[in-house]
């Protein structure tokens, strides 16, 4: 037998055995030219038209095989494929009936709901999600100052960095992790702009923000319309005599400069409480109160039951009482959210300081658009028809500063 013929048996073998474990339904021909090719001399026409048979049929399952691959591979994909074209249908749908509603005579009053996710494309990061201010903390940083006990602390719950507890005893970590606000020109994004477009048109009420950043600020809105539920970096307190510091570029100066901790220049200070007359952001820390006005606007006899909508933007409502506030518009107010994951929002409207409404039968008008909040905001823009609007305010305050982020047209 010649040493090619061998090989040549010796290879059909090996694809043989290999075909026999993934056809089991055609185990017994196999061994039949398995048989037959054992007992036939190679070198005759016969023996040679039986490997020529067997290769051909290995061949021929093998060609199946992979056609069969590939139809799943290709169904899937147009599986995909479509479900992906429905999500984006719906989303538009979505974005056009909410587009039609805010147009409308019946939409006066609009308020919104914001956190840190708007404040993202600018730059800042959010707290809660992959990467964010929370996951992102190292409790070993030696900027943070942190004793072996109050790093265990944090390291059993990360928002305890920005705890008034733990301000009070050491107050270089918020300090240290604040001071970027100072040192960086954050500029507010496509959406803060969408807010002061929305007030050029009489049509916001209320900002409601949880953010520090000042970004709603910047776009020429006013305090009057902009409730800072957690406080603003735009001035700072003591948190022993409670007074409001005028010297903000002072203390500035020294955060940037790392000149921690910040004192207490008032000289009646000490005749207050035990506490250390320490200064910090006028932001309000886990433990702290909320404002008085966050009382008077979202309590009982606020303004939140004239709301016409409700626009919940870049927030996980993690932290109340503040996520308290989509359960306390009206029946009549829609609640659109915009942002990178669904959000249970409930149905009824829960309590106002114990006082209860009659929930039977309470069932909120609720549009979910999933997505970052400044490609949401474009699409809504283009759909209202106020794309060069918005592009115009962008322009004039931001002085044409980074306008590439984000290219927008009316097509």
């Known amino acids: 037998m010649s040493e090619q013929n061998s090989q040549k048996l010796k290879d059909t073998f090996n694809r043989l055995d290999k075909l026999n474990a993934l056809f089991g339904d055609i185990k017994d021909r196999f061994n039949q030219v398995n048989n037959d090719i054992a007992n036939l001399a190679l070198n ?68 919104i709901l914001s956190g840190a996710g708007i404040s993202v494309s600018s730059g800042i990061k959010d707290w809660r999600s992959k990467g964010g201010s929370f996951d992102s903390l190292d409790v070993n940083n030696p900027k943070l100052k942190l004793t072996y006990d109050q790093k ?26 604040t001071k970027t606000f100072y040192e960086t020109d954050y500029k507010p994004s496509v959406t803060h702009w969408f807010q002061k477009l929305l007030y050029d048109k009489g049509k916001l009420r209320r900002i409601y923000t949880q953010n520090i950043d000042g970004l709603d600020q910047k776009t020429g809105l006013t305090n009057d319309v902009i409730l800072n539920v957690h406080g603003s970096l735009s001035s700072f307190k ?15 100066r020294q955060m940037i400069n790392e000149e921690y901790p910040l004192y207490c220049n008032d000289d009646t200070c000490n005749n207050y409480s035990k506490k250390k007359d320490y200064v910090k952001p006028n932001v309000v820390l886990f433990g702290e109160s909320l404002p008085e006005r966050f009382n008077t606007l979202c309590g009982k006899n606020g303004e939140l039951g004239d709301l016409d909508l409700l626009i919940i933007i870049g927030t996980s409502l ?53 997505g970052k909040c400044d490609d949401i905001t474009i ?28 290219k927008m047209n009316d097509e």
């Not at 265990?152 to 733990?166: G, P, T």
């Not at 409670?242 to 903000?248: E, G, I, P, S, Y």
């Not at 359960?327 to 959210?337: F, G, I, M, P, Q």
């Not at 699409?379 to 984000?406: F, P, S, T």
């Open 238 to 252: 003591c948190i022993k005599c409670d007074t409001k510091k005028d010297d903000v570029n002072g203390y500035i």
């Open 152 to 177: 265990k602390r944090v390291l059993w719950n990360k928002e305890y960095i920005s705890d008034i507890e733990l301000f009070e005893e050491n107050p270089v970590p918020l300090l240290y992790r």
């Open 318 to 370: 993690k932290v109340y009482p503040i996520a308290g506030i989509v359960n306390k518009v009206s029946k009549k107010c829609k609640r659109l959210v915009m942002n990178m994951h669904g959000l249970d929002l409930g149905n009824d409207n829960g309590s106002y300081y114990g006082g209860y409404y009659n929930t039977s039968n309470y069932c909120y008008d609720d549009t979910q658009i999933i």
């Open 379 to 406: 699409a809504l823009c283009q759909e209202l028809g106020w794309i060069n609007e918005l592009n115009k305010l962008r322009n004039i305050r931001n002085n044409v500063d980074n306008m590439d982020d984000h």
């Open 44 to 111: 005759t026409d016969n023996g040679c038209n039986i490997i020529d048979e067997a290769i051909n049929i290995m061949d021929e399952n093998e060609n199946n095989t992979n056609n069969e691959t590939k139809n799943e591979e290709i169904n899937e994909n147009n599986t995909e494929i479509n479900t992906e074209i429905n999500t984006i249908n719906s989303q538009m749908n979505k974005i056009k009936e909410i587009a039609k509603y805010i147009k409308s005579d019946e939409c006066k009053n609009i308020g």
